[in-house]
């Protein structure tokens, strides 16, 4: 029996197993500074059904807008407790969810500053390659000049910006969608 890593062709049995070892749905304590941001939503196929295995990784920066990464050298503030990441599953319908922050504007390839975003990876079965996106927020300003969202023709850009939900204060929906007509907007990352 081998230790090396499996090839990309056999997600297979040993996805689930690898995946859920590190699940945090929770990516800010209470001691992390910021406003404080509930997100759900689903995971669906093309015939809108619900994928029940999916895994969602989440990056983000900081409320000051730096990331957990030692290549971040900004002269903004580092938060110990704050990684910026976490990792959720999705349950038998699909659904998930997480806590957080609302990031700060990080720089973009310019220098210029993005549009408050989260990073999120999707994997699950019949994925040989993660699927890039990423989660805006409704009614922010800066979402006009973000320089991703300005390469995605203005009629798919929805389906990147969450949606407040009714009654509830902090929480946002974003349901992702894997393909036809109105399928989340991926991003080519090279990988």
Same mark, same amino acid.
Do not use: C, H
């Given at each position: 029996?081998?230790?090396?890593?499996?090839?990309?062709?056999?997600?297979?049995?040993?996805?689930?197993?690898g995946m859920c070892r590190s699940i945090k749905q929770n990516l800010a304590d209470a001691n992390v500074s910021g406003e404080r941001v509930n997100i759900e939503g689903r995971v669906l196929d093309g015939d809108r059904q619900p994928v029940?295995?999916?895994?969602?990784?989440?990056?983000?920066?900081?409320s000051h807008g730096k990331y957990a990464h030692p290549e971040d050298d900004q002269d903004k503030p580092r938060e110990a407790n704050f990684t910026g990441y976490g990792r959720i599953p999705t349950n038998i319908e699909g659904k998930f969810h997480f806590t957080t922050i609302k990031p700060g504007q990080v720089p973009d390839p310019d220098g210029k500053l993005q549009a408050p975003h989260i990073v999120v990876s999707v994997f699950a079965r019949g994925l040989l390659r993660r699927?890039?996106?990423?989660?805006?927020?409704?009614? %922010? =300003?800066?979402?006009?000049?973000?320089?991703?969202? !300005?390469?995605? %023709? =203005?009629?798919?850009?929805?389906?990147?910006?969450? !949606?407040?939900v009714a009654g509830g204060v902090g929480v946002l929906e974003w349901n992702l969608i894997l393909q036809g007509s109105d399928e989340t907007v991926f991003f080519d990352c090279g990988l």
């Open positions: 029996m081998s230790s090396n890593a499996t090839t990309s062709q056999t997600i297979g049995p040993f996805f689930s197993i029940p295995d999916a895994i969602l990784e989440i990056w983000q920066a900081n699927l890039v996106t990423r989660i805006y927020f409704p009614d %922010e =300003p800066a979402n006009d000049s973000d320089f991703a969202l !300005k390469l995605v %023709e =203005p009629s798919r850009r929805g389906t990147l910006i969450a !949606k407040k």
